[in-house]
């Protein structure tokens, strides 16, 4: 008597309701997943973005280019080194050097993955 007026999921319910998540979970995952990885490739190319931009601003102002990535925040042009999202580190940038004229005119990804496009992160 005491249990027919106590109210409850049956075990068969809970198993159903269990299983139908975890089905959405699994549909869900890859999404996610890909969702990350475009967020990180944007924020790639935003850093790409201005690490350069900040390189030509301290050429303009000074005649040269800087002799390494961390003079750009030395000279205050940048607070710190933004972030590499690929390597979540900001001491892997590739520091790509002028042949001609001396110092770091170009910078790229430290990581060696592959981008979404199939091209390496360090060649963007």
């Known amino acids: 008597m005491r249990w027919q007026n106590q109210r409850g999921f049956t075990l068969l319910e ?3 309701a269990l299983s139908i998540a975890t089905i959405l979970v699994t549909l869900a995952y890859p999404s996610f997943t890909q969702s990350v990885v475009k967020a990180r ?3 790639l190319k935003q850093n790409l973005f201005v ?3 900040v390189i030509d601003q301290f050429r303009a ?3 040269n280019y ?5 003079d750009l925040v030395t000279s205050g042009y940048l ?3 933004p972030i590499d999202p ?3 580190s900001n001491e892997t940038w590739q520091e790509i050097p002028d042949e001609e004229e001396g110092g770091v005119f170009d910078v790229r990804s430290g990581s060696e993955l592959v981008s979404r496009e ?3 992160y360090n060649q963007w």
């Not at 800087?66 to 961390?70: G, K, Q, R, S, V």
Request: aromatic share 0%; net charge negative; hydrophobic share 35%.
């Open 86 to 88: 690929i390597t979540k």
């Open 51 to 53: 690490i350069r931009d």
């Open 118 to 120: 199939g091209t390496p």
């Open 66 to 70: 800087p002799d390494a990535l961390a």
């Open 79 to 81: 607070k710190q080194m």
């Open 14 to 16: 809970l198993s159903i």
């Open 41 to 43: 490739e944007a924020g």
């Open 61 to 63: 102002d000074n005649g």
